[in-house]
């Protein structure tokens, strides 16, 4: 499928949209364990983390956005609206955050992950937030190139050591 028919962003919907998200959530962690080999298989947690998220944006005032192509599901994010700073050496603001977010391969560079990121940002602007994070593997740059474009700026990098 080339992508290519009418698109939208709209509210997830528990009702019609599980098999879908959990399939995106599926090409993620595929993606993501391509890059780091030790996160675990994407359809062993897909069902499971996907539970996880709508629980993270119900806590949250968040909310979980779908991209659809002629009907049918190709992405989505998962955005939450209000996270309260946890320490006191934190900005004593609460912030947005954009914990996930996927388009299917065959449906990206056609503006879909930008639209998933314009309705986190109006959904950040309407709870009261001003400021909206998002993370990124370092070892995808195809992703930091879209957050940087999008206005995300480098804030805090996280390095890890395996430990044997």
């Known amino acids: ?3 290519s028919g009418a698109s939208r962003i ?11 998200a959990t399939a995106c959530i599926v090409e993620l962690q595929e993606f993501e364990r391509a890059l780091e080999p030790a996160l675990p298989p994407g359809p062993e947690m897909a069902g499971a983390y996907l539970a996880v998220l709508v629980a993270r944006c119900a806590k949250h005032a968040g909310r979980l956005f779908v991209a659809e192509v002629d009907g049918r599901v190709v992405g989505f994010a998962a955005v939450l609206g209000r996270v309260e700073p946890e ?13 996930d977010l996927v388009v299917l391969p065959a449906h990206r560079s056609r503006g879909l992950g930008r639209r998933l990121l314009e309705q986190a940002e109006a959904l950040a602007r309407t709870v009261g937030t001003t400021r909206l994070e998002i993370g990124v593997l370092a070892k995808n740059p195809d992703a930091a190139r879209l957050y940087r474009d999008f206005g995300f700026s480098d804030f805090r990098i996280t390095l890890t050591k395996r430990l044997s």
Do not use: N, T, W
């Open 87 to 99: 320490a006191p050496d934190q900005e004593q603001a609460a912030h947005a955050y954009v914990s």
């Open 10 to 20: 709209r509210p997830y919907d528990p009702a019609r949209d599980v098999e879908a």
């Open 1 to 3: 499928m080339s992508g």
